[in-house]
């Protein structure tokens, strides 16, 4: 019976991929992480909530500022409408992410219809979350970019500091997911992932949901409360 | 199968029965198209709030971004990240940081005078 068991579990897991619970330690292992990374963006989210509003001078991201010196009137730098599409992009990629990962589980049951086949196709939802994934970079870069052109850097004031910090750490770790993202798909056109391949693939998506959450609270903190 | 696993105590045979049991309690595809329909709806709500001038204005509405925002935190966690599913053990790795974390935000804000309790006590 054991015997059944084990041989049931990869090869290369058998002896030092469980944890004596018995879940897989690299499973616990990615959420210790995700759970120090809670940390690590809560101290980032605090100190930009503990400096709003206390920039001496401008741009501020709600409301128009008059430069005293020049008078030149600078706009509420934050964009709404980009931001929100770019919200709705990472969402997005969510959802592609836990198609992959179904479409993984489930490489070996048979498709029948072409919609059964599009569904299990883990390279196609690789590929578009990988796409969203990289889509929601571009934004982030065209957003910094137009906020630079409009006076506002990282040495401009206390809010340009904490949200530069706060967002380019989110967007690194989107970076760091999208190049995960890039190498589990060649390994898919490599070689094919299957079931059992579904643990690294859960890795994975369980790191590229919690950049998800992570942008869910930034948007409402960062943007949308004013 | 499952008879012949419980019967093993390996943290192999555990493991298999963990994994197995996992696998038959995932989400459907419907539901994860749901959960994404759901989650759109609500950032359509959050973003709507912001374009209200005089919803802005009320002290509703902070609250009100942050109850949606959670909704989302919260149906992310468990239906794509599958906390909802998966053992306690995960829950408790990711929850207690959070809830570490959480508390870290609201005593910084409370000691840097962002957040105050006015009981009208105080002068």
């Known amino acids: ?226 | 199968m499952s008879a012949d696993t419980s019967h093993g105590n390996s943290p192999q045979a555990v493991a298999l029965e963990h994994q197995l049991g996992a696998e038959h309690e995932h989400p459907t595809w419907s539901v994860y198209w749901k959960v994404a329909t759901i989650l759109t709806l609500i950032t359509v709500v959050e973003v709507w709030c912001y374009y209200l001038p005089g919803f802005v204005a009320t002290a509703f509405f902070v609250p009100t971004l942050l109850v949606l925002s959670a909704a989302k935190f919260v149906i992310v966690v468990m239906f794509y990240m599958h906390l909802k599913y998966d053992h306690k053990l995960f829950r408790a790795l990711f929850t207690g940081p959070l809830i570490l974390a959480m508390i870290a935000i609201t005593a910084l804000l409370f000691l840097f005078g962002k957040l105050a309790i006015r009981t009208g006590l105080l002068t």
């Open chain 1, 1 to 226: 019976m054991a015997t059944t068991a084990l041989s049931a579990i990869p090869s290369s897991d058998v002896g030092h991929g469980y944890t004596t619970t018995g879940l897989p330690h690299r499973k616990v292992a990615i959420w210790a992480f995700i759970g120090s990374e809670c940390m690590l963006f809560a101290s980032l989210i605090s100190t930009y909530l503990i400096y709003k509003g206390r920039s001496v001078r401008g741009p501020f991201p709600h409301e128009p500022w008059t430069d005293p010196s020049t008078g030149h009137v600078y706009k509420a730098i934050l964009n709404i409408p980009v931001t929100s599409c770019s919200t709705f992009v990472l969402l997005m990629s969510s959802l592609a992410m836990v198609l992959a990962l179904a479409a993984v589980e489930n490489r070996d049951k048979p498709k029948v219809t072409l919609g059964d086949r599009i569904l299990g196709s883990s390279r196609l939802w690789l590929f578009m979350t990988a796409v969203l994934g990289a889509t929601f970079l571009g934004f982030q870069a065209f957003e910094f970019t137009s906020f630079v052109h409009e006076g506002l850097s990282i040495r401009t004031n206390l809010f340009g500091s904490s949200f530069f910090t706060l967002t380019g750490f989110h967007g690194a770790h989107v970076t760091a997911g999208v190049i995960w993202l890039l190498t589990m798909l060649a390994i898919d056109f490599k070689r094919g992932l299957g079931p059992k391949d579904a643990l690294n693939v859960d890795i994975m998506a369980l790191y590229w949901h919690f950049v998800d959450v992570v942008w869910i609270a930034i948007f409402t903190l960062v943007y949308l409360i004013k």
